[in-house]
């Protein structure tokens, strides 16, 4: 099955080095440490230099800012390389305050490891002197078990508290690197802001294509239909006038399903009834291009994230079936992470262009529900289109 974010060929470390990696993430975290410590202690003494000579002030700030963003990338990069965390604050974004805080802060996590792996070498050493007088017969045998089961408890506290350091390190960047709260809120009102903007441009370019699409089929189609009835009603032949309204009947019919299309791109009410998985396969039948659809959900997502996952489904198909001359579109739809994620890939010539009308409506849609839309297609293909909703 298909994973959003798989990557073949990707090299994987070997079980080896994931052992390996938080020890050592931590042991690097008492060097970096004593490192920081000799900052702020060089840090504090050229603040009292600027308040004794003002004039070298500015330089003196703008070498503790680039120190500590130096030192705090560093940090990042052990965080995120060797303790493996995920989702780590942009140190770039922060303040240098909060980075010298941050700093100050690491002290702590850095002192516990070096207690503890100070632990672990008094601990070694008096493994080596019990080894050496177990080898010499100078333990009994209930005398070495005693040790070693000491020795063994010792040990799994000490791992215990290896990770637990680990954790705190990796705590502490994300509470102290991170945005404050009324930046975070500002953030997210800047959002909102443009996500409201992205939605009433849907909503026009969705406006101004329902009129094209109604002026120039359904009403071209109307008034040609209401030229063939004048025809029938003037006709004095009756096989003429059989003719006509027969014609004219076709004409009602293929109305109809024009109508009925536009209505659908304005509202699928087919979802009232059923699941999104269902309605696809409608749509696929009705498609030009060979389609396959998987839909894996656990439960049926809110009718607002059902809609938009179905505008994004039909335009791929149309784009897939009128530019890319297309032989097979396959639709796939899951849960992952808290994401429901739509994958639709199709082999054809590829070269669509994400910023285009139908494309950059549909990632304003998707961006007004907190989604991402992402859209891949180098000219050759193939084209994949990968919406990403959140479950809640």
């Known amino acids: 099955m298909w994973k959003a974010g798989e990557v073949v060929g990707e090299w994987r470390p070997g079980a080896w080095w994931l052992r390996l990696r938080l020890p050592l993430g931590v042991a690097v975290g008492i060097a970096t440490a004593a490192v920081e410590f000799g900052f702020l202690v060089v840090a504090a003494a050229a603040s009292s230099v600027r308040a004794v000579a003002p004039a070298a002030g500015r330089r003196v700030a703008d070498l503790t800012d680039r120190y500590a963003s130096r030192l705090v990338g560093m940090e990042h990069r052990r965080l995120a390389g060797l303790l493996a965390a995920e989702d780590l604050p942009v140190p770039n974004a922060v303040a240098t305050r909060r980075q010298i805080g941050y700093l100050a ?18 601990g070694v050493v008096l493994a080596g002197i019990v080894l050496r007088a177990a080898v010499r017969g100078e333990l009994t045998l209930l005398d070495a078990l005693s040790q070693i089961a000491v020795g063994a408890v010792l040990l799994l506290l000490n791992v215990q508290a290896v990770a637990s350091i680990a954790a705190l390190d990796i705590r502490l960047a994300r509470r102290l690197l991170g945005p404050g709260s009324r930046a975070e809120l500002t953030r997210r009102v800047h959002e909102l802001t443009a996500s409201r903007a992205g939605v009433i441009a849907a909503v026009d370019a969705e406006r101004q294509r329902i009129e094209r699409d109604l002026h120039d089929g359904l009403q071209q189609r109307l008034v040609a239909l209401g030229m063939l009835l004048g025809r029938a009603r003037r006709a004095r032949d009756a096989d003429r006038t059989h003719a006509l309204l027969a014609q004219a009947h076709e004409d009602v019919q293929r109305a109809i399903e024009e109508l009925r299309e536009v209505a ?15 309605v696809l396969a409608i ?20 009718r607002q994230v059902e809609t938009v996952l179905y505008f994004v489904a039909c335009e791929a198909l149309t784009n897939a ?9 396959t639709v796939e739809i899951g849960v992952r992470d808290g994401w429901i994620r739509m994958r639709v890939h199709d082999d054809g010539v590829g070269g669509a262009e994400p910023t285009g009308r139908g494309l950059s409506g ?7 529900l907190d989604g991402r839309l992402l859209v891949t297609s180098p000219p050759g293909g193939p084209t994949t289109v990968l919406a990403q909703l959140p479950c809640d």
Do not use: F, M, Q
């Not at 530019?323 to 097979?328: D, K, P, Q, R, V």
């Not at 549909?362 to 007004?368: D, P």
């Open 264 to 278: 659908w791109r304005v509202y699928p009410s087919a979802l009232d009834d059923s699941d999104l998985g269902e």
């Open 321 to 329: 079936a009128k530019h890319a001359a297309a032989t097979l579109v």
């Open 105 to 122: 802060a690491r002290l702590v996590p850095g002192t516990l490891a070096l207690l503890a792996y100070a632990v672990l070498g008094v």
């Open 362 to 368: 549909l990632a304003r849609r998707v961006a007004a």
């Open 283 to 302: 749509v696929a039948r009705g498609s030009e291009v060979p389609v396959r659809i998987r839909c894996e959900l656990p439960a049926r997502p809110e």
